[in-house]
Nanobody, 122 residues
C-alpha cells in the first residue's frame, strides 16, 4: 500500500523558515514526479511546487517562486519543501503528492498524503 507521510509543519513567525518532508513507502518514486500543494482555510487546494522524475526539473507557483525550493533524496524516497521568507498568507495545510509519471504538472496526481499544518504569524 502506497503511503506519503508529511512532516515538518508548525508555527513560525513571518520571515522565518520551515522544511517540510514527505516520506514515501509502499513503492519507490525515484523516477516519478512529486509535488506539493496547499489548502488554506476556506479556499481551494492550490499547486505550490513540483519536481519531475529523471531530470529533477522544478516548477513553482508564482506566489512562492524565489522563496520555496523543492528537492528530493532518492536514497530516502523522500521529497522536501524548503520554505524561506514565510508570509502569513503561506498559512495552510500542505500536502505531498506523487504521480505515476515522470512529468511534473500542476494537477493529475495519483497519490496524496494526509497533510501537515503550516501557520505563519505576523
Amino acid at each position: 500500500q502506497v503511503q506519503l507521510a508529511e512532516s515538518g509543519g508548525g508555527l513560525v513567525l513571518a520571515g522565518g523558515s520551515l522544511r517540510l518532508s514527505c516520506a514515501a513507502s509502499g513503492r519507490t518514486f525515484n523516477y516519478n514526479a512529486m509535488g506539493w500543494f496547499r489548502q488554506a482555510s476556506g479556499k481551494e487546494r492550490e499547486f505550490v511546487a513540483a519536481i519531475s522524475g529523471y531530470r529533477d526539473t522544478t516548477y513553482y507557483a508564482d506566489s512562492v517562486k524565489g522563496r520555496f525550493t523543492i528537492s528530493r533524496d532518492n536514497a530516502k524516497n523522500t521529497v522536501y519543501l524548503q520554505m524561506n521568507s514565510l508570509k502569513p498568507e503561506d498559512t495552510a495545510v500542505y500536502y505531498c503528492a506523487a504521480r505515476n509519471s515522470q512529468w511534473a504538472v500542476v494537477a493529475g496526481y495519483d497519490y496524496w498524503g494526509q497533510g501537515t499544518q503550516v501557520t505563519v504569524s505576523s
